[in-house]
Structure formats: structure tokens, C-alpha cells
């Protein structure tokens, strides 16, 4: 079993940064995709980004490309999403998510809130 603890999350005005954390209880980034999901009130989880253990390669979804990044600390089983250019339509519970075929755990969330 692997537990997947977000952190980061707060109130941010439009137009700032936050960076939130996704901290795996083992090493599992070499072996699992890494997906970040973000749902807002009263709308579905939306998917945001995934990176890919085949090649690296990393597909954000138009609403958050050239703005958001992942990146990630091996030694602390880490991963991290970069948010920049914040804006209210942002604002929701952000979900990192481990996959792969067989298997895919999720964290519990935090909360991310774009206001003035």
C-alpha cells in the first residue's frame, strides 16, 4: 500500500504562485505515472497533467499549459506542481494521482483558493 499525502494549498490573490507537494510514503515515481487533478465546487474532477514513466514526456491540459510544471525529488519521494499566473478559475481541491496498468493510488487533496 502506498499513501499519497498532499500539501501546499492556501489563498493566493490572482496572479500568484503556489507550489504544492505530493509526498509518496515510498519511492514509487520510477515505477508509477504521475497525474495531477484538480475539482472545483460542484463540477467533476478535472485532469490537469500527467507525466509518463516510458519516455518522461509530460501533457498538461490547455487550461493550465505554460503555466503549470511538475517536477519532482527522487530523494525525498517527492513531487511537486508549480503553479504560476494563478487565476480564480484554479481554485478547487488539487489531487496528485500514482498509476499505472494494475494499480493507482490518490492522495486525500488540498485545498487551492484564488481570490482577491
Known amino acids: 500500500q502506498v499513501q499519497l499525502v498532499e500539501s501546499g494549498g492556501g489563498l493566493v490573490q490572482p496572479g500568484g504562485s503556489l507550489r504544492l507537494s505530493c509526498a509518496a510514503s515510498?519511492?514509487?515515481?520510477?515505477?508509477?505515472?504521475m497525474a495531477w487533478y484538480r475539482q472545483a465546487p460542484g463540477k467533476q474532477r478535472e485532469w490537469l497533467l500527467t507525466?509518463?514513466?516510458?519516455?518522461?514526456?509530460?501533457n498538461y491540459a490547455d487550461s493550465v499549459k505554460g503555466r503549470f510544471t511538475i517536477s519532482r525529488n527522487d530523494a525525498k519521494n517527492t513531487v511537486y506542481l508549480q503553479m504560476n499566473s494563478l487565476k480564480p478559475d484554479d481554485t478547487g481541491v488539487y489531487y496528485c494521482?500514482?498509476?499505472?496498468?494494475?494499480?493507482?493510488?490518490w492522495g486525500q487533496g488540498t485545498q487551492v483558493t484564488v481570490s482577491l
Open positions: 507525466t509518463l514513466i516510458t519516455d518522461g514526456s509530460t
Open positions: 494521482n500514482a498509476f499505472r496498468v494494475d494499480t493507482a493510488y
Open positions: 515510498k519511492n514509487i515515481f520510477r515505477g508509477y505515472n
